[in-house]
C-alpha cells in the first residue's frame, strides 16, 4: 500500500492527506526534507536552527494543508511556507536587511533569455553560489538558490517569492553579475 | 550534515503531528479567509470610490475644478485648497488596496505597477461616471435638509461645498450696474464688482441664471471680480432660495462689460 501511495505526485498525495488520509504526509516531509534542509542551509542559519525551523515548516505545511490548491505545484506552496518561516526566523534574530519594498517589483522588464545559458553554467554555478553565497545580498541570494539548487523555474519561484516572474529574471541576472564579481574578487586575492 | 539527521527529523515531525496539540486547519477557514479578503478588497474599493468621485464633486462645487482655466494664478490656488486630507486619505487606502490584491497570483505575478495603473484607471472612471449621476448631489442636498445621519450630514456641510475667500461659485441671479448678484449653493447672495481690470478668459458674455467662477477678494458679501468665467457644469442642487423659473421669463441681459486682457 505505502508503496503504492509513494508513486503518485506530490499534489495527488496532497490531496489524500486533504481527504483525511494524515499518515499519507510523511511520503511528502521525506520527499521535501533534504531540500528543505538545503534550502534553509543557504539562508546561512547555524546547524542547530535549521532542524527546529524545518520541523515547523512541516508542521506549519500540515496544519494549512487545505489551503493548498492541488491543481498547483506542491513544492512551490511548500518553498513559499518554508520562504516565510525563514524570513521570519532571520527578522527575530534581526541578522539581514530585508527591504520592505524593492523597486524592481514595480515596473515591467524584458524577459531574460536564462534558459539557453543555463545548461552551460549551472555546475560552474553552483560551485561559485557555495562559495559566495554569504557574501550575496539576500534579495539575490534567494532566486538563484531556488532556481540552481531547488531547480525550480521562473513561474514557482515567483510563487514562492511573491515578486513578478520578470523579477525574477532580472534578479537572477544581476545576481549572477554580482556573484561572478565577488568570486573573482575572492580567487584574485587568494592568488596575490 | 550528517545523513541521519533528515531521517530523525522526519520521525520527530510525524510524532509531532500524531500530538493532540497540532490539530489541521479546516477547508472552511480558509475559504472564509479569502472570502474575507475579497470582501475587504470590494468594500474598500468603494470607499475609495465613494471617496475619490466625492473630492471631484467637492472641487465641481465649489468651483476650484475649473481653476486650470485661469492660468498659473488658478492653479496655485487650486493646489493649496484642494481638500488634501480626502486625497491623501484615498492614496493611502490605495496603498491598503494594493497590497490586499497582490495576495492574489494575477496581480504578484505581474509587475505592481501593473495593477497599480489598473486600480487607478478603475477608479478614476468610475468616479467620472458616479459624477454624471445624481449621487453626491442627492446627499449633499439630504445633508442640509438634516436628513442624513450626524456624522455623514457633517461631512457632506463641511467639505461638500466649502466658501473660499477667493474663489466663488454661484448661479448669476441679477445684472446690476457694476456687475451682477450670484446665488451660492447655500442661498447667499453675492454682489460681484466687475471693473476694467476683471479678465474674462472665456468670454465676456454673462447673463442671468449662468453658473460662474469668480476669483476675487471677498470683503463681506461684495467680491471685486479679478476673473470671471462662466461654466457649463449643473450639479443640480437646488439653493435654500431656489425657486425654479420658466425658461422664457429669464431676460438674457448682457453685462456692458470692457474686454477681457
Known amino acids: 500500500?505505502?508503496?503504492?501511495?509513494?508513486?503518485?505526485?506530490?499534489?495527488?498525495?496532497?490531496?489524500?492527506?486533504?481527504?483525511?488520509?494524515?499518515?499519507?504526509?510523511?511520503?511528502?516531509?521525506?520527499?521535501?526534507?533534504?531540500?528543505?534542509?538545503?534550502?534553509?542551509?543557504?539562508?546561512?542559519?547555524?546547524?542547530?536552527?535549521?532542524?527546529?525551523?524545518?520541523?515547523?515548516?512541516?508542521?506549519?505545511?500540515?496544519?494549512?494543508?487545505?489551503?493548498?490548491?492541488?491543481?498547483?505545484?506542491?513544492?512551490?506552496?511548500?518553498?513559499?511556507?518554508?520562504?516565510?518561516?525563514?524570513?521570519?526566523?532571520?527578522?527575530?534574530k534581526k541578522r539581514e536587511h530585508l527591504p520592505f519594498f524593492n523597486l524592481d517589483t514595480l515596473f515591467p522588464h524584458p524577459a531574460s533569455n536564462e534558459t539557453a545559458e543555463k545548461e552551460a553554467n549551472d555546475r560552474e554555478l553552483q560551485e561559485m553560489l557555495d562559495k559566495c553565497l554569504s557574501e550575496l545580498d539576500p534579495k539575490y541570494r534567494e532566486p538563484l538558490v531556488l532556481y540552481y539548487f531547488e531547480e525550480l523555474n521562473y513561474k514557482e519561484i515567483s510563487d514562492v517569492l511573491r515578486i513578478p516572474i520578470a523579477t525574477v529574471g532580472v534578479r537572477l541576472k544581476r545576481g549572477k553579475q554580482i556573484m561572478k564579481l565577488i568570486y573573482e574578487q575572492q580567487f584574485t586575492q587568494t592568488i596575490s | 550534515?550528517?545523513?541521519?539527521?533528515?531521517?530523525?527529523?522526519?520521525?520527530?515531525?510525524?510524532?509531532?503531528?500524531?500530538?493532540?496539540?497540532?490539530?489541521?486547519?479546516?477547508?472552511?477557514?480558509?475559504?472564509?479567509?479569502?472570502?474575507?479578503?475579497?470582501?475587504?478588497?470590494?468594500?474598500?474599493?468603494?470607499?475609495?470610490?465613494?471617496?475619490?468621485?466625492?473630492?471631484?464633486?467637492?472641487?465641481?462645487?465649489?468651483?476650484?475644478?475649473?481653476?486650470p482655466g485661469f492660468g498659473f494664478h488658478g492653479v496655485r490656488i487650486l493646489f493649496t485648497s484642494i481638500p488634501w486630507l480626502l486625497v491623501l486619505t484615498?492614496?493611502?487606502?490605495?496603498?491598503?488596496?494594493?497590497?490586499?490584491?497582490?495576495?492574489?497570483?494575477?496581480?504578484?505575478?505581474?509587475?505592481?505597477?501593473?495593477?497599480?495603473?489598473?486600480?487607478?484607471?478603475?477608479?478614476?472612471?468610475?468616479?467620472?461616471?458616479?459624477?454624471?449621476?445624481?449621487?453626491?448631489?442627492?446627499?449633499?442636498?439630504?445633508?442640509?435638509?438634516?436628513?442624513?445621519?450626524?456624522?455623514?450630514?457633517?461631512?457632506?456641510?463641511?467639505?461638500?461645498?466649502?466658501?473660499?475667500?477667493?474663489?466663488?461659485?454661484?448661479?448669476v441671479s441679477e445684472i446690476t450696474d457694476d456687475g451682477f448678484r450670484v446665488e451660492m449653493s447655500d442661498g447667499e447672495i453675492l454682489e460681484v464688482i466687475v471693473s476694467s481690470e476683471t479678465r474674462f478668459p472665456f468670454g465676456t458674455g454673462i447673463k442671468e441664471s449662468d453658473t460662474v467662477i469668480i476669483l476675487g477678494e471677498r470683503d463681506n458679501g461684495t467680491v471685486r471680480a479679478s476673473d470671471v468665467r462662466k461654466i457649463d457644469d449643473n450639479l443640480n442642487i437646488p439653493s435654500k432660495n431656489y425657486r425654479p423659473q420658466p425658461r422664457n421669463m429669464i431676460v438674457p441681459h448682457r453685462i456692458p462689460i470692457v474686454p477681457g486682457k
Not at chain 1, 508503496?3 to 489524500?16: F, G, H, N, T, V
Not at chain 1, 527546529?52 to 494549512?64: G, L, S
Not at chain 2, 468621485?53 to 472641487?59: D, H, N
Open chain 1, 1 to 92: 500500500m505505502e508503496q503504492k501511495e509513494s508513486e503518485k505526485s506530490d499534489e495527488e498525495i496532497a490531496r489524500l492527506v486533504q481527504a483525511g488520509k494524515t499518515d499519507l504526509f510523511g511520503i511528502l516531509i521525506r520527499r521535501y526534507e533534504d531540500k528543505i534542509m538545503r534550502y534553509a542551509k543557504k539562508f546561512l542559519f547555524s546547524h542547530e536552527e535549521i532542524e527546529d525551523i524545518v520541523q515547523e515548516v512541516f508542521i506549519k505545511a500540515y496544519v494549512n494543508i487545505q489551503s493548498f490548491d492541488a491543481s498547483r505545484k506542491f513544492s512551490s506552496w511548500l518553498y513559499r511556507i518554508a520562504h516565510n518561516e525563514f524570513i521570519n526566523a532571520i527578522k527575530k
Open chain 2, 90 to 171: 484615498a492614496l493611502f487606502l490605495i496603498v491598503i488596496l494594493e497590497t490586499l490584491v497582490e495576495r492574489f497570483s494575477f496581480a504578484y505575478r505581474r509587475p505592481i505597477l501593473y495593477s497599480t495603473i489598473a486600480i487607478v484607471l478603475i477608479v478614476v472612471v468610475s468616479s467620472f461616471l458616479i459624477n454624471k449621476t445624481q449621487f453626491h448631489p442627492f446627499l449633499f442636498r439630504q445633508a442640509q435638509e438634516g436628513r442624513l445621519p450626524p456624522i455623514a450630514g457633517e461631512f457632506y456641510r463641511g467639505f461638500s461645498a466649502p466658501k473660499f475667500q477667493d474663489v466663488h461659485r454661484g448661479v
Open chain 2, 1 to 67: 550534515m550528517n545523513n541521519n539527521l533528515p531521517k530523525q527529523l522526519a520521525e520527530k515531525v510525524l510524532s509531532k503531528l500524531k500530538t493532540d496539540k497540532v490539530k489541521m486547519k479546516p477547508k472552511i477557514h480558509f475559504i472564509l479567509r479569502t472570502l474575507l479578503i475579497v470582501l475587504g478588497i470590494v468594500v474598500l474599493a468603494l470607499f475609495i470610490l465613494y471617496l475619490i468621485s466625492f473630492v471631484t464633486f467637492t472641487l465641481r462645487a465649489s468651483g476650484l475644478w475649473f481653476l
